[in-house]
Every structure is written in C-alpha cells, then in structure tokens.
C-alpha cells in the first residue's frame, strides 16, 4: 500500500491536519490512518552550525581567523530535537512511504524548516506542498485537492536560504570582529543592528528636539477659513491681526474638487505589531506569538505575512461570510446601500485587505454563536463585533467629500490660502460616513479583538 508523509511545522498543525485527512491513530512522534503518517519538525530541527563545527581553532575568538568563510555549510541537529528528528528520518525511509507532502507554515521559513530536515535525513523520494493560510478544516481538504509540485517553491527555498547564510556570515563576522576591537561582547546581526541604528538616531532627535513656538493669524468668513504664514515674532502676528480688522478682503477664485477617501491598509504583521506595543506594550515577540496561537485555534489565517491581499480564488468564501456578518453590526439597519464585491478576476487584487487579519476562512455562524454567548464578557464580544467591522468595513461605499479651494487676496495681506471640506449628505452620504468611520476605527478596534483574545483562559474558550 502506498502511503503519504506529511510534515508539519509544529504539533498543534500537525493534529488539525491529521484529523482533516483521516490520520486518527497515535504514534509515537506521529499519526496514522487513510493512508497518512503525520508528523512534525518542533521548529527548526536542523540548523546551520557554529563556526565551532567548521575548524577547532574558531571556537575561540581571534582577529587573525577573520572573516570566517565555509567552503561547504555545515548543518547540525540540537540535542533536544534529535530524537523527533529519528522519528522523521524513520518515517522517511519506510519502504511503503512513496512521497512525501510539505505541511510547513505557507511562507519562506517553513519552506526551509521542511527542506533542512529533507536534506539531513537523504530523503530522496519525490514531495508537494501543501500551501495553505488557514487552519479551518475546509482549508485543509481544499489544500489537499490542490497540492502543487516541490519543485514549484525551489526559490523560494533558494531565498531562506540566502536569508540564513547572510545572517551567520554578518552575525559571526560582526560580531567577532566588534566584540575583539572593544573588548565587550557586542552582537551584530544583519537587521538588529540595522534597526538599533535607526532607533539611536530616533531618540537622538528626540533628545535634541527644540520646540519653536509660532502665530497664524485667521480669517474665518461662514463656513470658509484663510490662514496667513506662520509668525515667529509675535509683534508681527498682531500687527497683521490689526491691519486686517475692519478691512476687506476679496476672493480670488474658487476651485471646488471631488474626493473619495478609499479605506486605509489593513494590519501587516508589524503594523499589528507596532500598534500592540504602542497600545498594550506587547513586545514584537508577544503579538507574533499570540496572533500565532490564534491561527493554530484557526481564528486566523497566517501570520507570518506581509500580503495584505485576498486572492480571486477566495472572493467566493469572502462573499459568504461578509454577508453572514453584515446582520451582526449594529449599524447595518439603518443603511440602505448593498455591499460592494468586485468581479472575480477584476480588481480583486487592489482591495486591501490583509490576508492575516481578515480571517476569511472562519465560519460565520462560529461568530454569531459568540457573539450571543453569555459566557463572554461585553469587552470580547465587542472584540469580536469590532473584528467583524473591520472586515466588513472594507466593502462598504468609500465616503464622498468636496474640497473648496478659495485664496483671498487684500492690500494688507497678499494672497492667503483658503479652503473648505463639505461631505455630501443624503442616503449615500450615510452609508459612505459609516464605512470611513469604520475604516477610520482599524487600527484601534482591531487590536481590541486581540487584546480580548489574548485573555482566552479567562473566558475558557479554548
């Protein structure tokens, strides 16, 4: 009988894979059933090597040795993942095992993780990959109809792997070479020194920062306002602000524009992870951690993303839950407009959404039962409902503004720039200002959601 393996990046991933496709009998170190073996890799199972493993003499620190160059990377297996290691290896070379299916997580990391370990063990027979960003169940059997040749993802194998070599060669080098000039353990890596610099030259600006106080002398005239240049002397403010009482003033000319106001980008992961810390003080570690445990409870999809996109294969999926939601906002019985989905295959793509946040895959009757659930507190199912704005937020009509361009010219004050801002009203005109305030609401409510989440033991949802 010929039998698949498939390997997935952590164990929790491994057991919703397992109980999607059949694998319903615990191994040691893995599952089986309907053809399967499940296994897992805990991470990072192999790794590339110290500068230790390459030459006795580099296990010390000396200028001379510098740079450190391998001809031939060494790889090395930590001791406390060598035994999940034996388990895949002897999985691998199982003679009724045919192929094997790549179930790491759907981004460049996972992809190495799976071909370290392939590679370690000299596994020779053919794989595929499961490429999927959601954990719902019907995810999972949608992967598995679709699962694409190994062969496809080979660059994107080739770039972590450029991304690993980089790092060890700079972290190695670097911080050797730093640490021997100065005579203290500095580390240096290819983006945390990057970003160090940039957070020393932010707080040198900050530190170094003068505030300047200045004047701006107005005219307001109805709903219209002109403003002059700013003033540093305030003498000179009030000297303009006397000569222009009691005089007049004459409108140039009036240059009125229409504006729509398209909804702002949804969370990427660091955006996310920037307005967690900003707001909760969750480090970036935190919220990649937790928005990690939310995917593997599918609650969302991948997070270790930066798309900010659904694809066109997902609009049918994103068109059933969005409608499922819409009746949960409070505001939805009052606007009359309909929900705005584009055409399969048009436009799609420049609808931002971010394929992490999004969610899409999550059944809404899942939500509704929360949402009505008693057991959680106002704050969660107001995290929850704000987590449905968002999404549904981004298919209401975009708002629909003027802008009134006015310069007002005078003897006593040259040409000032005047202006106005008047959203239409009218049916549309509500619909469009509850969808920007929505938008407008992002990236506050959505890191609600999170932080409401977060405290899952305290409502026992899991």
Not at 164 to 170: I, K, N, S, T
Not at 439 to 448: G, H, P, R, T
Request: charged share 20%; net charge neutral.
């Amino acid at each position: 009988m010929s039998i698949q393996l498939v390997i997935a990046e952590k164990p929790s991933v491994a057991r919703s894979i397992a109980g999607v496709i059949g694998a319903d009998q615990k191994r040691d170190g893995y599952m089986e059933g309907n053809g399967y073996l499940v296994s897992w890799c805990i991470g990072h199972l192999v790794s590339l090597a110290d500068a230790g493993a390459y030459d006795e003499r580099f296990k010390k620190w000396r200028y001379d040795d510098l740079p450190i160059l391998p001809q031939e990377w060494q790889y090395i297996i930590p001791a406390e993942k060598k035994g999940q290691f034996a388990v895949l290896r002897s999985l691998m070379e199982r003679p009724d095992v045919t192929g094997l299916v790549c179930a790491t997580d759907a981004g460049r990391e996972g992809e190495l993780i799976f071909r370290f370990v392939y590679q370690m063990a000299g596994c020779k027979k053919p794989f595929k990959r499961l490429w999927i960003s959601s954990m719902e169940d019907a995810a999972i059997r949608e992967g598995f109809a679709h699962l694409k040749p190994g062969a496809d993802y080979d660059n994107l194998y080739q770039s972590a792997l450029c991304r690993a070599q980089a790092d060890w060669l700079v972290g190695i080098n670097a911080t050797r070479l730093f640490s021997i000039l100065y005579h203290k353990t500095l580390t240096v890596g290819r983006v945390q020194t990057p970003t160090l610099n940039m957070l020393v030259d932010r707080e040198a600006k900050i530190s170094n920062f003068k505030k300047e106080k200045y004047h701006v002398v107005h005219i307001a005239a109805g709903g219209m306002e002109a403003a002059s240049d700013r003033f540093l002397n305030p003498d000179d403010a009030d000297a303009t602000k006397t000569a222009c009482a009691g005089a007049q003033a004459v409108c140039v000319s009036v240059k009125r524009e229409k504006k729509t106001e398209q909804p702002p980008r949804l969370y990427d992961l660091t955006s996310l992870q920037r307005e967690a810390n900003r707001l909760f003080g969750f480090t970036a570690k935190q919220t990649l951690d937790y928005a990690q445990q939310l995917y593997e409870k599918k609650l969302l999809t991948y997070p270790r993303t930066d798309s900010q996109y659904l694809t066109d294969d997902m609009l049918p999926t994103a068109e059933s839950l969005v409608s499922g939601l819409w009746p949960l906002l409070s505001f939805a019985a009052i606007l009359v407009f309909k929900l705005v989905f584009p055409e399969s295959g048009v436009g799609w793509l420049n609808i931002w959404i971010c394929g992490f946040l999004a969610a899409f895959a999550q059944l809404a009757d899942i939500f509704m039962s929360w949402l009505g659930a008693k057991k959680f507190g106002a704050t969660w199912r107001g995290g929850l409902g704000a987590f449905i704005g968002v999404f549904v937020g981004i298919f209401l009509p975009p708002p629909i503004f003027w802008i009134f361009v006015a310069p007002l010219a005078g003897a006593f004050l040259g040409e000032w720039l005047g202006g106005a801002n008047i959203r239409e009203s009218g049916k549309a005109g509500l619909g469009a200002f509850v969808g920007a305030l929505v938008a407008s609401m992002i990236k506050f409510l959505i890191v609600v959601y999170m932080a409401a989440a977060f405290t899952v033991e305290v409502f026992n949802l899991f």
